[in-house]
């Protein structure tokens, strides 16, 4: 009898605290998976705009030299061009530039620009800076069309965007100026294009093309993907 009382409460005793573990590890148990799905959760909402955030300034650059070629496919030599006045060029990438891989999705194998060489004391009023050559993308920053150049001014064919001779936005849809061709001069004298940036509207240059319809400055630009 007594050994019957004896082992009822431990026998009991024992089953409280089996199912006092059990409740323990399952409250433990839901806690870690409310964490766990918190933290997938959390990434999800918040990897996407970090990345977008930090694309332009990890992101690849559009990094080439070639070779600016006026309409007749003659390279370009930086003393035959007319002083303050643009002249249509255009690149032909060749096939392995850049490769299949690093091709961006918007590449096309021929670009177009215009190129202004600047008169002595000219200062760019979109940029701040005084440079011998303005050489200034035919892709419209709206959605892309290519803009033509008239009377030192650019203007797009498709919804109304308008330019100035430096390229900032004077009318119709287009969110930024027009993107800018990184150049050089040969020691041969003629003219090569090296990259290819953007520009904010009051006239930052950035380290990066954005795509057409991107804007490069205010909250939006956060959440625009990046397109090198
Ligand atoms: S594509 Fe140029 S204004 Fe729309």
């Known amino acids: 009898m007594a050994d019957d009382q004896a082992t009822e409460p431990g026998g009991s005793a024992g089953g409280s605290d089996a199912a006092l573990g059990q409740s323990v590890s399952r409250g433990q148990f839901l806690t870690k998976a409310t964490i766990g799905m918190g933290a997938v959760l959390g990434g999800m909402?918040?990897?996407?705009?970090?990345?977008?955030m930090l694309a332009p300034a990890v992101g690849g650059q559009r990094r080439f030299r070639v070779p600016a070629l006026d309409e007749q496919g003659t390279p370009i030599r930086v003393e035959d061009l007319p002083v303050g006045e643009f002249a249509k060029f255009v690149l032909h990438f060749p096939e392995e530039l850049p490769t299949e891989d690093e091709r961006p999705r918007d590449y096309v194998r021929d670009r177009v620009g215009f190129v202004r060489r600047n008169p002595e004391g000219f200062t760019d009023a979109l940029t701040g800076k005084s440079e011998q050559l303005t050489l200034i993308s035919n892709r419209c920053v709206h959605l892309g069309c290519p803009v033509q150049e008239t009377g030192g001014q650019f203007v797009c064919p498709c919804h109304g965007g308008a330019y100035d001779g430096d390229g900032q936005r004077t009318e119709g849809p287009p969110p930024r100026p027009l993107d800018r061709f990184d150049w050089e001069v040969g020691e041969d004298g003629y003219l090569y294009v090296t990259g290819?940036?953007?520009?904010?509207?009051?006239?930052?240059?950035?380290?990066?093309?954005?795509?057409?319809?991107?804007?490069?400055?205010?909250?939006?630009?956060?959440?625009?993907?990046?397109?090198?």
């Not at 909402?45 to 990345?51: F, G, I, L, Q």
């Not at 093309?209 to 993907?225: D, I, N, R």
């Open 45 to 52: 909402v918040a990897v996407p705009p970090v990345a977008m």
């Open 196 to 228: 290819e940036h953007s520009l904010t509207p009051d006239g930052r240059e950035l380290d990066s093309v954005y795509g057409p319809g991107q804007p490069t400055a205010g909250p939006q630009s956060l959440f625009f993907k990046f397109q090198p």
